[in-house]
């Protein structure tokens, strides 16, 4: 009967171990803000492609993309340790991680320090420096100087700290190209001038929550109304910006046929705010935003390979 307890129990412990191993996985997961980083991670993918007018090398393409993924899920880490006692405070981010205990501030520590050496070293090694470089630059500009200083002094800390966060697209140009270009530094202006209206919205029907934890986000320090102007006049920014792409021949008709009704509804969404706000439009303004850049860039992507495509066909046909 010993026995049988004893072999029953290490069966059942043996049982418990996978999903602790699975639960202790999503939670180290969890910590990489994985819906973040694949917006990033997407858009310098993008970067990658409009670099050049041909197809990418498969190695160099991997190998970015992997680091770039690890640097951002170093920086969405470093990020939840150091607003680990604010999280705790607010609805939105109180389940996490770390202010859940699930993880330990030194599990986090780690784990970020090895994202973000790993990532260093496959783009050093098998990128190119300058890649690296601007990229651990992002990753301290968005960990660092973001989250420690502008976050908690500066109501202009989105519009400031956006550059981090706008990065990623020049990050895959420089990726395959070596070089910054204009039309890098183009992509990187339309995520930058998309990060305040985007988290703006947000901002709004947080307001509260971030008045507790004296975070001087804009809606706490300049109030709803003087929020909800600037996210219009962002927004009519961010349609001019969105529009010099095709301006600029970098991209076509393609792109401009798609771009129009994407700030079309983003304007709608934008006036709304600021004539009758509520809540839920604050909130489907935010979704929408997200959903906006990932077709934007979608849609400068499809636009770059239309041409080429077709020309290929054409001659393998003819």
Known sequence: MKTQTSASTRSRAAART?????????????LTKPRVVALIVFTAVVGMFLSTPGFL???????ATFGIALAAGSAATFNHILDRA??????????????????????????AFVLGVLSMLILVLRVNVLTAVLT?????????????????TTPQNIVIGGAAGAAPPILGWTAITGEVTP???????IIFVWTPPHFWALALYRRDEYAKVKIPMLPVTHGPEYTRLQILLYTILLVAVTLLPFATQMSGWIYLAGVLPLNFVFLRYAWGLYRR???????????YSISYLALLFALLLVDHYTVPIREA?????Y
Do not use: W
């Not at 706000?277 to 979704?287: H, M, N, Q």
């Open 18 to 30: 996978p999903r602790n191993t699975r639960a202790l996985a999503r939670e180290y997961f969890e």
């Open 57 to 63: 090398p498969f190695g160099t393409f991997l190998y």
């Open 86 to 111: 604010a999280d705790a405070e607010m609805s939105r981010t109180r389940r996490r991680p770390l202010p859940t205990g699930h993880l330990s501030f030194q599990e986090a520590l780690v784990f």
């Open 136 to 152: 651990f630059a992002s990753l301290i500009g968005y960990s660092v100087v973001y989250t420690v200083y502008l976050k908690h």
């Open 183 to 189: 039309d890098a530094l183009l992509l990187f202006l």
């Open 277 to 287: 706000y509520s809540d839920a439009l604050a909130r489907r303004t935010f979704r």
């Open 313 to 317: 066909l054409q001659s393998a046909l």
